[in-house]
């Protein structure tokens, strides 16, 4: 059975959805979604960007709010900014909750976007992989 990961920030157009599709296409055994605590409604365009080249499919990938994913059962939830740490709730059952910031590349260049890509893949993905080991 797969584990269920939550990746959240405060909305869900950039780091988290690259934190989710970046964990579904390298950690095996691991489902992950992400969400947002005041979702813009749309992915950054950028974001959609550096996915798709780096032979990641963005299409099933989308912005939601918390709301939509609190009922899910989750071994582990990931903050990714500080607004979302700070107003991360409390989830049902007693769940596992890390913060790995990174800064917002939204309003920057496509270059912010690699950057925090590969930030992301760097750091995110074996903090996961511990939390949950």
Known sequence: M???????CTGNSCRSIIGEALIDHFLDGIQAYSCGVKPIGKV????????????????RYYSKHLDKVID???DLVVTVCDSA??????????TKVIHVGFEDPDGEGFEAF???????????LKEVK????
């Open 114 to 124: 690699e950057r925090t890509y590969k930030e992301i893949k760097n750091r995110l």
């Open 44 to 59: 950054n365009e950028n974001a959609k960007k550096v996915l798709n080249q780096n032979s990641i499919n963005s299409s």
């Open 85 to 94: 740490k700070e107003s991360c709730p409390i989830f049902p059952k007693k």
């Open 72 to 74: 899910i059962d989750f």
């Open 2 to 8: 797969d584990k269920k990961v939550l990746i959240m």
């Open 130 to 133: 511990n939390a949950l080991s």
